[in-house]
């Protein structure tokens, strides 16, 4: 095997280890409290399309964030409901900048009407 094929290979195991990783600290895939082999399968099967889905985001963002610090942030955008009409967001960083490059959405507004949030969800 070459030095370039058995970086290749490497790199290929350390991106598969790293997605165990992922799965299992970020996702909580473990310990498994169901036990039927349908709940176990569809348990995993959640797991592997969020897993999925953080890779896709990871590309989309030009791998520029681990799958981590993109949980993170996600995790911490939220709202506080201030009136009848109007939200107050609470937080926003770098990586939801990124995100909102990356899919043309207005994100960092720190407050926000009924209706801009519900054009938002429907994107």
């Known amino acids: 095997m070459s030095d370039h ?17 992922v799965t299992k600290t970020c996702f ?10 349908e709940h176990i399968n569809a348990h995993f099967t959640t797991c592997f399309l969020a897993l999925v889905l953080i890779r896709l985001l990871e590309q989309k963002l ?15 955008y939220n709202c506080t409901h201030l009136d009848a009409n109007n939200w ?24 926000k009407t009924q209706q801009q949030i519900q054009r938002m969800l429907r994107y």
């Open 5 to 21: 094929d058995m970086r290749k290979v490497y790199c290929g195991l350390a991106k598969i280890e790293d997605s165990f990783k």
């Open 28 to 37: 909580e895939s473990r310990p498994v409290y169901v036990w039927l082999n």
């Open 62 to 76: 030009r791998n520029r964030f681990s799958a981590a610090q993109i949980l993170r942030s996600l995790g911490k």
């Open 88 to 111: 107050q967001f609470t937080y926003y960083d770098k990586v939801l900048d990124a995100c909102a490059d990356a899919f043309d959405m207005k994100l960092n507004d720190k407050y």
